[in-house]
């Protein structure tokens, strides 16, 4: 059966999958969705490998990409940049499952779909036979830039331009960005916050002039954001794959059904669990996990949607988000695929903060449990986890696992739960150890990953071992109102 992709915004316009991946975001703003759900048998796959499965569910999707296109952008994508066959490995510690998605390029979650976008992006450029070299451009606090920069690097046909904060970012993580290798990567810090970074990246993509110069020379602006429908159905496969391999080891029987709590920010994991169960993969509750930035725990209690509220830095800064993008796709599901009244709330979100969805519209959030961790919530939940267990969580992992466990006591509801855990304890390995009770003031990062080694007797990632001495490659430093110039300058735009 031929998928097509509609946007949120109108749903009477519909585009092939590569389509829609080439173009990230429909025109009209909104977020492509695919115009029927196909259904999977999750326990027929028990036993499988991660690639097979990552397969069986792509070629449902992805309809106009040929077996061999998607089998070797499946094969490209997971494979020894991965620290492990098994890909997504699933760990049990103190009678609760992990499902432990990071272990590729930078240890953590956003590697499972950035690893194949840029495969699926320069296939679908193939397949629509546009012949200019992808440029990705992206603005980051700190994650999705070394992501992007890991999974572009050396693509052929794309090359990557990422603009980062200069003292927005931590050291690590500017280290894990500065040192990145590849021909075709570029880095930059500039003088301003993330926001200024975000808008300036914002403003070269609004800008018709560049872009139409950039095309005269064979460049093609495009981002690699999580909205992007070529970064969500890659994120499904773990939640089958959960399934099926719970199935074959025998911790799960059957038809039966399982919880899954996720750390959520943007919403773009958690939605791609909401597909698999919507394929028929038999999950039951989907656990929304929130830090103190709790705007999606309110919208499930209450129905509103309020972005007006102090925003929090937390230790979980991944999940530090007021907008949380991948709701709306949620959004347009519950209003029954009406496109205007979609549209109508997002237009309001735009202009007041606040939305509020009907009772009708709530119906269709049976399937979620929202919940949140605090500061406090979070680390205790790091010592509780690693003191019962010998297990360390990191800081967004925890925020589940918290109200996972608040979640089982309030309810009593003993289903089998996996906690989905997105990044390593070594990428947030300060507040890990503070969460031990360690000493961290004025100790270097590295130095504070071997205590952390010594301490729990876990193996330091090959990825932060890889950084440590590694050559500083970037040192291009740019005024926040330069970027369009630098831009210009790297491409060399006449
Ligand atoms: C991006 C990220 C999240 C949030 O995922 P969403 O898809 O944005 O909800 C959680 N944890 C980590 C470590 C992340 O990098």
């Given amino acids: 059966m031929e998928i097509r992709y509609k946007s949120t915004r109108n749903s009477k316009v519909t585009v092939t999958a590569s389509e829609a991946i080439l173009q990230g975001l429909a025109e009209d703003g909104g977020l492509f969705l695919p115009t029927a759900v196909p259904a999977i048998d999750a326990e027929a796959l028990a036993g499988r490998s991660y690639q097979e499965i990552a397969y069986e569910v792509m070629r449902l999707f992805f309809t106009d990409y040929t077996e061999e296109e998607l089998k070797s952008c499946i094969a490209k994508a997971y494979d020894d940049k991965f620290d492990t066959e098994e890909i997504a490995p699933l760990k049990e510690a103190g009678g609760i499952c992990y499902l432990e998605l990071f272990h590729g390029a930078t240890i953590a979650f956003k590697d499972m779909a950035l690893s194949i976008l840029p495969h699926l992006l320069t296939t ?34 794309t090359s990557i331009v990422v603009f980062y904060p200069k003292d ?3 050291k690590i993580q500017e280290k894990q960005m500065v040192t990145q290798t590849g021909d075709n990567t570029n880095v ?56 099926a391999t719970l199935l074959s080891k025998g911790m799960i029987s059957a038809g039966e059904s399982i919880n899954v709590a996720v750390p959520t920010g943007n919403f773009g994991n958690i939605l791609a669990a909401y597909y698999a169960k919507k394929m028929g993969t038999p999950l039951g509750k989907l656990i929304c996990a929130s830090n103190d930035n709790k705007v999606l725990y309110d919208f499930f209690q209450t129905g509103t949607y309020d972005k007006n509220r102090e925003f929090i830095l937390t230790a ?54 929202g919940g949140y961790a605090t500061e406090q919530q979070t680390f205790d939940t790091i010592r509780r986890v690693y003191e019962q267990s010998g297990y ?13 466990h608040q979640y089982k006591e309030e309810t009593g509801d003993n289903a089998f739960t996996v906690v989905v855990s997105t990044a390593s304890p070594y990428k947030f390995t300060r507040s890990v150890m503070k969460a031990l009770g360690q000493e961290t003031d004025g100790e270097d990062d590295f130095v504070l990953a071997d205590r952390l080694s010594e301490y729990s007797g876990t193996k330091i990632p090959k990825a932060v071992e890889e950084i440590r001495n590694a050559p500083v490659r970037h040192t291009r430093v740019c005024d926040k109102e330069k970027m369009r110039e630098t831009v210009s300058d790297i491409l060399n735009l006449r």
């Fill in 124 to 157: 679908a450029a193939k397949k629509q036979q546009k012949k200019e070299e992808i440029v990705i451009l992206t603005a980051t606090s700190g994650d999705t830039g070394k992501a992007a920069l890991a999974g572009f690097a050396d693509v052929p046909g």
């Fill in 168 to 170: 927005g970012v931590s």
């Fill in 188 to 243: 930059i810090a500039i003088r301003g916050n993330f926001d200024d970074a975000q808008n300036g990246v914002k403003e070269i993509f609004g800008d018709k002039e560049l872009a139409a110069r950039a095309r005269e020379q064979g460049y093609r602006f495009s981002s690699a954001n999580s909205i992007n429908i070529g970064r969500l159905v890659p994120q499904i496969v773990y939640y089958v794959y959960t399934y």
């Fill in 316 to 369: 979980s800064p991944s999940m530090d988000i007021l907008v949380s993008s991948n709701l709306e796709r949620l959004i347009y599901l519950c209003a029954e695929e009406n496109s205007e009244a979609n549209v109508e709330l997002m237009r309001q979100l735009k202009e007041q903060g606040h939305y509020t969805i009907t009772e009708q519209m709530k119906e269709g959030l049976t399937d979620f449990v």
């Fill in 392 to 404: 360390v969580i990191d800081t967004h992992t925890a925020v589940a696992a918290s109200v996972c």
